[in-house]
């Protein structure tokens, strides 16, 4: 299953709204998982099920969608979440990643 | 807490073998699968494949299968990736990281090693 995430890149400022978009190649009920990276660091868990927030991360953090078509939304940028972000299907092995998406400060 | 600490950083020559551990602490280790993901320099995330703590049953991703072998040792609660047959290319990030209730997530990763293959 290939997951192909958009864009690839993003520049935005604190405060903005920002949505990122991760497709399946085929569905994979809610079997999504949303990581967040930042440089020299281990992948951090977001969002599991498509839309279920990791204890301990914000409420401005949210996910949805299900089958093919997926959303991580970030309602309002903080400083913290520059970083680069990851979608990953464990619906099926092996279980593929999207090839991320790196949120900078515009 | 729940934590993956994994060994230290290591250099090998080409066709060389390098065995990475992942030691679990702060919950059942034999209950929930070991997951190892690499991550090239600059690059993205590459699943490698699982390994199951109470069964020694393992997967791997068809990129690997040949040269990889996932092991463990339950009694030091320790998983352990081997890759073989290493290439430049190998050089990267390797992280384990432990499914999330009813393998949903990745919810717990170790914090990598650095794998440099130079001859």
């Known amino acids: 299953i290939q997951l192909t995430q958009s864009p690839s890149s993003l520049s935005a400022s604190v405060g903005d709204r920002v949505t990122i978009t991760c497709r399946a190649s085929q569905g994979i009920s809610s079997f999504l998982a949303w990581y967040q990276q930042k440089p020299g660091k281990a992948p951090k868990l977001l969002i599991y099920?498509?839309?279920t927030l990791q204890r301990g991360v914000p409420s401005r953090f949210s996910g949805s969608g299900s089958g093919t078509d997926f959303t991580l939304t970030i309602s309002s940028l903080q400083p913290e979440d520059f970083a680069t972000y990851y979608c990953?299907?464990?619906?099926?092995?092996?279980?593929?990643f999207g090839q991320g998406t790196k949120l900078e400060i515009q | 807490q729940v934590q993956l600490v994994q060994s230290g950083a290591e250099v090998k020559k080409p066709g060389a073998s390098v065995k990475v551990s992942c030691k679990a602490s702060?919950?059942?280790?034999?209950?929930?699968?070991i997951n190892w993901v690499r991550q090239a320099t600059g690059q993205g995330l590459e699943w490698m494949g699982w390994?199951?703590?109470?069964?020694?049953?393992?997967g791997y991703a068809q990129t690997f299968q040949g040269r990889v072998t996932m092991t463990k040792n339950t009694s030091i609660s320790t998983a352990y990736m081997e890759l073989s047959g290493l290439r430049s290319e190998d050089t990267a990030v390797y992280y384990c990281?432990?499914?999330?209730?009813?393998?949903?997530?990745?919810?717990?990763w170790g914090q990598g090693t650095t794998v440099t293959v130079s001859s």
């Open positions: 990953q299907q464990l619906e099926s092995y092996p279980h593929t």
């Open positions: 390994m199951n703590p109470y069964s020694g049953n393992t």
């Open positions: 990281a432990k499914y999330g209730d009813y393998k949903y997530s990745l919810d717990v």
């Open positions: 099920a498509a839309s």
């Open positions: 702060g919950y059942t280790f034999s209950n929930y699968d």
